[in-house]
Nanobody, 121 residues
Framework: QVQLVESGGGLVQPGGSLRVSCATSGFSFSKFGIYWVRQAPGKGLEWVAVINPNGETEYYADAVKGRLTVSRDNDKNSLYLQMTSLKPEDTAVYYC??????????????WGQGTQVTVSS
């Protein structure tokens, strides 16, 4: 059974930091590119960051570049998102999303249930 379980969300003041995690099981984690995707209240899904299967390459959305850092531990089948200098506009539910591509064709995709991050004073 495939599981992606996010944790670590919560309430943080503007300018603060938070680390969210995604523990996975039931699929070949080290073969998948892993994305962090967020959804702010009343808005659609927004891609935030992606890390490739071996963890050597990362990409970030412009809105979070320099403030968020994605990492993974393939031995623990886990993904992390370190967030610093948080802003109220970072308030959202954060999801981890695993994708396996063959060339440009998406073969498998899995989603976690999300964790709420609220940035407010």
């Amino acid at each position: 059974q495939v599981q992606l379980v996010e944790s670590g969300g919560g309430l943080v003041q503007p300018g603060g930091s938070l680390r969210v995690s995604c523990a996975t099981s039931g699929f070949s984690f080290s073969k998948f590119g892993i994305y962090w995707v967020r959804q702010a209240p009343g808005k659609g899904l927004e891609w935030v960051a992606v890390i490739n299967p071996n963890g050597e390459t990362e990409y970030y959305a412009d809105a979070v570049k320099g403030r968020l850092t994605v990492s993974r531990d393939n031995d623990k089948n886990s993904l992390y998102l370190q967030m610093t200098s948080l802003k109220p506009e970072d308030t959202a539910v954060y999801y981890c999303n695993a994708r396996l591509f063959s060339g440009l064709v998406l073969q498998e995709e899995y989603w976690g249930q999300g964790t709420q991050v609220t940035v407010s004073s």
